[in-house]
């Protein structure tokens, strides 16, 4: 046995120093703690330590002589009394919830569970099988490695165009990819893979959940592909790493930095794989279930659920909460991340169960050094009846409008009475965002995501098709607000098909027309199917898989017209504002009644108060001014074409097309000002206005 000594409280987690290792665990109610060391593949215990140190709840050693790559795990000891919220079972192998690397995989086994899951007793029941061979081990870690001059690319919020996408699902198909790299963290160091981030134009990517989840189930099947069962909060999934080597998640980043990438991560801290009573004992019950997790004040037995996974994540206890700061601060200062996207973000944000921008995670946040200097996103919403918050959190802080995708869907698909939501929604939600300073991209702008139906099955399906999930269809949402032209799924009806299409393309020109943050979800851009599927969590296969080499000549185009649209996204001046608009009169054009945003109708006149009510209205178009170059959108979500007639202001400008997503016009082509011209069916068109006559010697 190694020499050892009582060691420091800080930091937390196991500190590798040159000499030896210290360890450090919080736990405010345990009666003693182990330290259990093992072998180096986590199968056999070779030494035991208790913990006598403890200082201000914190129980730490130091070992001498212990080196990088020691596994270990931790027993803890104290009462089980579930009617009092206290779960402790010392014959439970714990996880260090600091642990920054794993070994060993997560077997489904009764030993897992601090009660019988075999007694009528259920939870009040009380488990003496060992669950040590059948959880994964902590493992020490060194975290040099060599950056070399990596920086953060800092992408500015007006050039951010979000590509969200999971390690699996983007690289187990991918023919240029190595065998051995697919489905791991090296595929996104692929110089395929680069050249195509490249060539699309995205700036920053978004990856599902990529903290140890453990997906497997019995073996048999993936219940957990997209990742939101999260176990540790600083070692990365296991199977997503190719020799189980930390330095390839590192590598993906360093490459992606090279190439002017942003890498954001979507993490889980509002519950997690241990789910309710029923849940097993894998590490956060174990140690301290009171302090880790919110119980429901009736009976502590149960837990207050603000997740609908079982049990809130106490983030109102400030041991659980530095728990929280220190993972997001390792990903940034570590692992060199550039921002969070924070699911149910609402449940974090919590005092008292109730919603509030003073809440201990949203302050702590605010002020740290480190998490300003990245994108922070929220999801602004959790599962409860008063936990929808779009539009509640911080300025600086970016949040999913599930508004605006609602109403794109809406507004595509044909329904009536759409135009002033969409209106309010591409030019930058400032009914919902534009106070406290907050700026215009605020808005996470998205039609789909990751949860629903991806964009091509949202113009082939109007009901989910869920079969697979083995759950009777039951699950995933009901309103999708989708159209499939007249046909469910695929058919070879060349109409619908085109229908399909134009309504593909219209929307995806909205989307990277709208002001806000726009986000794409990966294999949209060129029309992959879910067949139907709006809820593929336990999809690990050809339904939530790219499946690059069925890409044909169509798909081909249809990605093209997407890059396309970032290019003129990215050349446009117009986005470059951080203002909301006011719809104010530019005095220097007195001539004419100039604003920065005015809405126009069919026969060029401006829209009026009652014109917004107008049920069957189904088209508008938006000019925004521009300092040197002005533009005009125009949306036509009808059935037939429709004869434009153009603002008394253009009569004289130059105007250009630089978008027809109906191809019905090409790119350049120049348009007669004066005489009205036809926008076709289900299209969007976007003009550039260039060189008007002299407005008191000023171009519009």
């Not at 490249?198 to 997209?226: H, R, T, V």
């Not at 702008?445 to 099955?457: C, K, M, P, Y």
């Not at 007249?486 to 393309?505: A, M, P, S, V, Y």
Request: glycine content about 6%; aromatic content about 14%; overall charge neutral.
């Amino acid at each position: 046995m190694n020499k050892f000594s009582l060691g420091k409280s800080y930091p937390l987690g196991s500190t590798y120093d040159g000499n030896g290792v210290n360890f450090a665990i919080f736990s405010a109610h345990a009666e003693k703690i182990e330290l259990c060391l093992f072998n180096s593949d986590g199968t056999k215990e070779t030494n035991r330590y208790e913990l006598t140190a403890r200082e201000n709840n914190i129980w730490h050693i130091y070992i001498e002589g212990l080196q990088p790559g020691q596994v270990y795990g931790y027993r803890v000891y104290g009462p089980y009394k579930p009617q009092e919220g206290k779960r402790f079972n010392h014959h439970k192998l714990l996880l260090d919830p600091y642990a920054k690397k794993l070994v060993g995989k997560l077997i489904w086994h009764k030993a897992l569970f601090g009660y019988n899951p075999d007694s009528s007793d259920k939870d009040l029941s009380f488990n003496t099988l060992d669950s040590a061979p059948y959880v994964p081990k902590a493992v020490v870690v060194d975290d040099n490695f060599d950056w070399e001059n990596d920086v953060h690319p800092n992408v500015s919020a007006d050039k951010t165009i979000i590509y969200e996408t999971h390690v699996r699902g983007f690289t187990m198909l991918h023919p240029k990819i190595k065998d051995s790299n697919r489905g791991k963290f090296l595929g996104f160091t692929s110089n395929s893979v680069i050249n195509y981030l490249n060539w699309l134009g995205i700036s920053s990517i978004e990856f599902l959940p990529i903290f140890a989840f453990f997906g497997e189930k019995d073996g048999m099947y993936i219940d957990n592909y997209w990742g939101y069962e999260t176990l540790s909060y600083f070692a990365p999934e296991p199977k997503y790493l190719k020799n189980n080597n930390l330095d390839e998640f590192k590598q993906m980043v360093k490459t992606l930095h090279q190439n002017g990438k942003e890498v954001i991560l979507d993490v889980v801290y509002n519950h997690t794989i241990e789910g309710n009573q029923m849940g097993p004992t894998l590490c956060y019950r174990g140690i301290d279930n009171e302090s880790y997790y919110t119980l429901n004040p009736q009976n502590k037995r149960f837990y207050f659920d603000t997740t609908g996974c079982g049990a809130s994540f106490n983030l109102q206890n400030p041991y659980v909460l530095t728990l929280v700061m220190d993972s997001l601060r390792y990903w940034v200062k570590t692992m060199h991340i550039d921002g969070f996207r924070l699911d149910l973000a609402t449940s974090l944000s919590r005092y008292k169960e109730k919603f509030t921008q003073d809440s201990g995670f949203l302050l702590a946040a605010r002020q740290d050094e480190i998490l300003r200097s990245v994108k922070m996103i929220v999801e602004p919403w959790d599962a409860t009846m008063d936990g929808y918050n779009l539009g509640a959190f911080p300025p600086s802080w970016h949040e999913w409008n599930d508004r605006y995708r609602d109403v794109v869907r809406r507004f595509w698909s044909g329904h009536n009475r759409q135009i002033g939501e969409f209106a309010s929604r591409i030019s930058g939600s400032s009914d919902i965002f534009g106070f406290a300073r907050r700026d215009i991209y605020s808005s996470v702008n998205f039609i789909t995501s990751h949860d629903g139906f991806n964009a091509h099955d949202l113009v082939c399906y109007n009901h989910k098709h869920n079969q697979a999930n083995g759950e009777n269809n039951r699950d995933g949402n009901d309103s999708n607000w989708s159209w499939n032209s007249g046909t469910e799924g695929q058919t070879f009806d060349e109409k619908i098909k085109k229908n399909r299409l134009l309504r593909l393309k219209a929307m995806f020109t909205t989307l990277l027309m709208s002001f806000g943050t726009p986000m794409i979800e990966s294999g949209d851009e060129f029309g992959k199917t879910q067949f139907g599927n709006n809820n593929p969590y336990c999809q690990d296969n050809v339904i939530t898989w790219i499946v690059w080499e069925a890409i044909n000549h169509e798909d081909r185009n249809l990605a093209r017209f997407v890059k396309h649209l970032i290019d003129m996204r990215k050349e446009m001046k117009i986005f470059e504002r951080s203002n909301f608009f006011e719809g104010k009169k530019i005095e220097k054009y007195a001539r004419h009644t100039i604003k920065d945003l005015m809405w126009f109708k069919q026969d060029g006149r401006e829209m009026e108060s009652g014109d917004w009510l107008d049920e069957n209205s189904k088209s508008l178009s938006c000019f925004i001014f521009g300092e040197t170059k002005s533009y005009l959108q125009i949306y036509n979500a009808d059935t037939s074409p429709k004869e434009w007639k153009l603002p008394e202001f253009c009569t004289k400008a130059r105007l250009r097309i630089l978008v027809d997503s109906s191809e019905t016009y090409k790119q350049n082509d120049e348009i007669n000002s004066k005489s009205s011209f036809s926008i076709p069916a289900w299209s969007a068109i976007i003009i550039e206005i260039t060189k008007p006559e002299n407005y008191h010697g000023k171009q519009l």
